[in-house]
């Protein structure tokens, strides 16, 4: 999207573009800001039981709405471009999530954690395992008492410091086969999307 930059303070807000699950850091370009829970008033705990201490901060030209990603207010191809930036692994359905960003919008952009970064994040919030491959996103659903999320769990513990890299590339290829080596190891997987999301959901 041209003049897309998060860097720049000086970006006027655009109601074309929505920043989906916007959180406590959202795109000062978007001009309509999403979040299911937005502010700690009346909010005490999210799902996760974690305290809501910090508000959504808004600028002028930009709106709040109150929404998860699974259910968007809007009509459909309301926005030009939306940002989803942490959102897919947060949410309780993300194939729901999924098929609402393509019916509200023609165009955005999803960032979701690597499957590295969640193998040894530890991030026991997450309610999908993720992972792209050649613009096209690879979804799992984690459940506390499956095998995977417990080595995720026990791994997170350890602590990784790089230097077995090949060896945990490996173990998480044999664990998880649909998950082969060909991805890279960064914190997080971004790609951009125009007119349809391609993503697959795998089975447990």
Not at 36 to 52: H, V
Request: glycine residues 6%; negative net charge; contains cysteine.
């Amino acid at each position: 999207m041209p003049g897309f930059d998060s860097n720049d303070p000086l970006i006027e807000p655009d109601r074309r573009i929505a920043d989906i699950a916007c959180g406590h850091h959202p795109h000062p370009q978007a001009g309509v800001l999403v979040d299911l829970f937005p502010s700690a008033d009346g909010l005490p705990e999210s799902p996760m039981g974690e305290r809501l201490t910090i508000p959504v901060p808004v600028r002028p030209g930009q709106e709040l709405v109150r929404a998860s990603a699974e259910n968007l207010p809007f009509p459909d191809k309301t926005f030009e471009y939306v940002i989803a930036c942490e959102c897919v692994n947060h949410c309780q359905d993300g194939p729901a999530a999924l098929r609402e960003l393509e019916r509200v919008a023609k165009a955005g952009m999803i960032q979701v954690p690597s499957w590295f970064h969640q193998m040894f994040g530890g991030h026991a919030e997450h309610s999908w395992r993720c992972a792209v491959q050649d613009g096209h996103l690879h979804i799992q659903e984690r459940h506390p008492d499956d095998a995977l999320t417990r080595v995720e769990i026990v791994l997170s513990c350890m602590g990784y410091d790089g230097k077995h890299e090949d060896f945990f590339l490996d173990l998480y290829a044999k664990v998880m086969p649909v998950w082969p080596r060909y991805l890279t190891i960064p914190q997080d997987h971004a790609f951009d999307w125009q007119d349809r999301i391609p993503w697959t959901l795998h089975k447990r």
